[in-house]
């Protein structure tokens, strides 16, 4: 149970160590907003990483070649993207003004909500992700599925998520404190580098969805 649970563990920090979109994410969201809200970020790109982990358990490889499947992620992982960056380039041109409270978030609406949920999309239409998952994720997820009960996994799907929830705490925490001691025209910086990057993966989608469907 113990190598099950460390196997796990280590295979989501695998994927954490990726410096792809969503650690993007977190840094700047820890850099302009503070801890809580980088980490919720974080936990919803952990459940958008459970989803896939769960998807690989009964064979993400074969689901990868489903038409309708690869169609969503195209256009949905495409449109996701384009939204992010759009974003990210309203916020370098003109920065909002939040009330903030002082656990970083906004007074107003359902804050809370839609960074998990910003979290949840960035995992599941993260380029990275889901070339990880279909590449080397889920050939183990599935092969340890094969070998192991349906109750035995449950703990190696929690060694799964809680190193995912543990990384964003880490950055989220780092990039909080990093935040006091940099400017706005830093994380306005910031703000540009992660909208040339999204619109960097959302052409690369687009593209590599273009030449493998149409």
Known sequence: MIDLCMSGFLLSLSLCLDLGIVNVAL?????????VPSFLVGLGSSFGDLIYAGLSMVGMSLLMQLSVVRWILWIGGTLVLLYLSLNMVQETVRPRNLHVTPDGLARSDNSRIKLFLTGVGLALSSPSSILWFAAVGGSVIAATAHHYQIDT??????????AGVL????VAYISGQVR????TQV???????????????????????????L
């Open 27 to 35: 840094i700047k969201t820890g850099l302009e907003r503070g801890l």
């Open 153 to 162: 996994l449950v703990a190696f799907f929690i060694a799964f998520f809680c």
């Open 167 to 170: 990384w964003s705490f880490v």
């Open 180 to 183: 006091k001691i940099m400017g």
């Open 187 to 213: 994380i306005r910086l910031l703000s540009l580098v992660s909208a040339v990057l999204f619109i960097y993966f959302a052409c690369r989608v687009f593209l590599n969805g273009l030449h493998t469907l």
